[in-house]
């Protein structure tokens, strides 16, 4: 939880860099772009940004993954500490550099800002599809399954209401509207296409050396114990 928290937060990061890109976010304000794109963007956002929590209270999902750190025990110290120099509207590459944070998730944070400040929204949007929408839900369930059987005593009903949520969001919802948005934004250019493979490989790798880096500390870990 500890590591993986990175990606559920810039994960809202690439969505809000759709949502600049895709809509009209500031003032004056006018239409732009395909009425169908600015959407489904700002469906996900809703979602995203005020689902409701397992409480009945509105909260984004990234509070409630904190949440649901904090009454399973695990350490929030890092993600505070970085979100606390982000707060202070620090380069956020120079943040990534100087953090004391583990090389996967720094190479993790690295990748997906690199493809925010593209500023291209077919790549921005392969990301956020084929790196995380569109493998999410059947990681989820995996994951969960895992979850329970380790850490049968842990208070983890707030961490399986997140995942739970986002199977329901990402399967039946999201993953499909994301797809669609990649077409729109891909269009007939074979450009963009070729463009948008080569960054969801991108993604897909960082997302697996951030995994890597997950596995090799519970590894750490689990010999420590038993030292």
């Known amino acids: 939880m500890e590591h993986h928290v990175f990606a559920v937060w810039d994960f809202m990061s690439l969505l809000t860099a759709l949502q600049e890109k895709l809509t009209k976010t500031t003032n004056p304000w006018l239409p732009v772009g395909n009425p169908e794109t600015r ?3 700002n469906e996900i956002v809703l979602a995203e940004e005020t689902d409701i929590n397992m409480f009945g209270k509105r909260q984004s999902h990234f509070e409630m993954y904190l949440d649901a750190m904090e009454a ?11 979100l606390l120099q982000v707060g202070h509207g620090t380069d956020i590459f120079l ?25 291209e929204p077919h790549r921005i949007a392969s990301a956020f599809t084929f790196g ?23 208070d983890l009903s707030q961490f399986k209401y997140y995942f739970d949520r986002h199977i329901e969001l990402d399967g039946d919802e999201h993953g ?6 990649v077409a729109e934004l891909c269009g007939n250019d074979e ?12 993604a897909l790798e960082s997302r697996l050396q951030l995994w890597n880096g997950i596995e090799a500390e519970i590894e750490k870990e689990t010999s420590v114990e038993m030292a």
Do not use: H
């Open 39 to 41: 959407y489904l963007i």
């Open 72 to 82: 399973a025990g695990a350490n929030k110290k890092k993600i505070e500490d970085f």
């Open 95 to 119: 943040i990534i550099a100087a953090s004391k944070l583990p090389i996967s998730i720094k190479q993790f944070l690295k990748n997906t800002f690199e493809v925010v400040y593209s500023r």
């Open 132 to 154: 995380r929408e569109g493998l999410i839900p059947e990681m989820f369930n995996s994951i969960i399954e895992k979850v329970q059987e380790n850490f049968p005593k842990e």
């Open 176 to 181: 499909p509207m994301a797809f669609q948005m």
């Open 191 to 202: 450009r963009k296409w070729q463009e948008a493979e080569v960054t969801a490989q991108y």
